[in-house]
């Protein structure tokens, strides 16, 4: 079975700056998918940005892009000038190739951008 | 709006109560998944449901009873609930269970249960 780690449980960043969220997960899997999710306060989560295990380009999204480092099993986040609407719960997943669109879920990790 | 609507978005009840959640969906899609979220921990995988028919169910106790009668709504139909049953239930969709980059899963905003 998959597990994924995310060892933060609170963070905070200051508006503009930058933040990085950190995520492991462990698999025995060569091919995988991992995506980061936000939750803000009104609860609806949102897909932040995806990525194939099989490339090793890093995503990019805007201001949101990922370190995605497939030997140490790490997909951490990194926010490019944060901002206030960035508050929010944010959940790393993983998705087996093949594996019928399950995802497994990290516990989370709380970031308050501070103005 | 992401197109997965749930109802109602708070719900109290006691042990002894029988309730129903709802989720609908209209993004055309036609998978539907239902995962719990408490406090602490991760986000718990509980049924999912394609074209109407269940195809996971994660031992998850028979006091939840899912009900999918068409593509685009899904209940949970809750009964003799434990105090421990209180938390976040949100529901989701896709296009169906493919997985992979693309068939991505939309979620509503969940109810909050609270169990006396």
């Known amino acids: 079975a998959q597990t994924v780690t995310q060892s933060q449980p609170e963070m905070s960043v200051q508006e503009a700056e930058t933040v990085t969220l950190s995520c492991t997960y462990d698999?025995?899997?060569?091919?995988?998918?991992l995506f980061w999710y936000k939750q803000p306060p009104s609860r609806q989560m949102i897909l932040v940005i995806r990525?194939?295990?099989?490339?090793?380009q890093n995503a990019t999204e805007n201001r949101f892009s990922v370190n995605f480092q497939k030997a140490a099993k790490s997909f951490s986040l990194k926010i490019s000038d944060s901002q206030l609407g960035d508050t929010a719960m944010y959940f790393c997943?993983?998705?087996?190739?093949?594996?019928?669109?399950?995802?497994?879920f990290g516990g989370g990790t709380r970031l308050m951008v501070k103005p | 709006e992401t197109g997965v609507t749930q109802t109602p978005r708070h719900l109290v009840m006691g042990m002894t109560n029988k309730k129903s959640l709802k989720c609908e969906q209209h993004?055309?899609?036609?998978?539907m998944y239902w995962y719990k979220q408490s406090a602490k921990k991760p986000l718990e995988l509980m049924f999912v449901?394609?074209?109407?028919?269940?195809?996971e169910n994660n031992s998850v106790p028979s006091r939840f009873s899912p009900e999918c009668p068409n593509s685009s709504h899904l209940f949970l139909h809750l009964h003799t609930l434990q105090p421990e049953d209180s938390a976040l239930y949100l529901c989701?969709?896709?296009?169906?269970?493919?997985?992979?980059?693309?068939?991505?899963?939309?979620f509503g905003a969940g109810t909050r249960l609270s169990v006396l």
């Open positions: 989701a969709s896709s296009q169906d269970l493919a997985g992979g980059l693309t068939d991505i899963q939309y």
């Open positions: 698999t025995s899997e060569n091919n995988y998918y």
């Open positions: 997943a993983f998705m087996k190739h093949d594996a019928g669109n399950m995802l497994t």
């Open positions: 449901y394609n074209f109407k028919e269940q195809t």
């Open positions: 993004l055309g899609h036609n998978a």
């Open positions: 990525q194939e295990a099989y490339k090793q």
